[in-house]
């Protein structure tokens, strides 16, 4: 068994695909599977990761003109250089034509976190409510795709509670925050019946409102720490 990951993060993107992918690669190394991780747009604390953590990585060209057609195909020559099995895809703009193409070469396991978009895959795994999600994709899997639906399919990091209970609440809304929930939570925390928490915003290294949030911060009450460092996220 020889996986792929295929995972991109930018401004619209996000980071959150090519982070939970990054906890599947580890975990695949632990179990001593070989993986590549493939990517067109990446962020390079990521590749330092994968390269600490001796996780082989391959980036492939960014086209401008038939970008879908031309990323199926140096997809597809990778896969077959490396004897690639199964590929892991995380990815919002891979489109149905394109996971199509790729799942004739090897099995495809899909990701995602939507009801709407059509989907062809041997795996599909999504952590939203299965009755609602069925309903949606019923006619756009492959007719034997294994489904993997609900909160139990969540990818995250294994993670320690504190033995003491203290009074922080710690918001984090992604690399990009394109919607700026961000700005509406910190309202709502600024609310009198959250006085006595301690409040940590940590803002994506793509927000574009990150000045803005940082002058709003200042004018709250017990907003100690803004920050947009977040290579250690989970320490």
Not at 49 to 71: A, G, S, V, Y
Not at 91 to 102: A, S
Not at 174 to 197: E, R
Request: net charge positive.
């Amino acid at each position: 068994m020889v996986v792929g990951i295929r995972a991109d993060s930018s401004k619209t993107l996000g980071t959150g695909h090519v982070n939970r992918c990054l906890i599947i690669a580890k975990l695949l190394k632990k179990k001593k599977i070989k993986s590549y991780f493939i990517s067109k747009n990446i962020d390079k604390e990521i590749v330092k990761q994968l390269k600490n953590k001796n996780i082989t990585f391959h980036k492939i060209r960014n086209f401008k003109e038939d970008e879908i057609n031309k990323d199926s195909e140096l997809t597809i020559k990778y896969i077959k250089l490396k004897k690639i099995t199964h590929l892991i895809v995380d990815n919002y703009n891979l489109n149905f034509k394109w996971k199509k193409k790729v799942s004739n070469i090897c099995k495809l396991i899909v990701i995602d976190d939507f009801f709407f978009k059509k989907t062809y895959c041997d795996i599909y795994i999504n952590y939203h409510d299965s009755k609602k999600i069925m309903n949606k994709k019923k006619n756009f899997f492959k007719k034997d795709c294994k489904k993997l639906l609900g909160p139990k399919f969540s990818i995250i990091k294994p993670f320690r509670y504190l033995k003491k209970k203290k009074k922080i609440i710690f918001v984090f809304m992604g690399g990009v925050d394109k919607n700026n929930y961000t700005y509406d939570i910190m309202k709502f925390l600024n609310h009198n019946i959250f006085s006595k928490y301690k409040k940590i915003i940590m803002i994506g290294k793509f927000n574009r409102n990150k000045n803005q949030l940082i002058r709003f911060a200042r004018d709250l009450k017990n907003f100690s720490k803004i920050s947009d460092n977040y290579k250690n996220l989970y320490d």
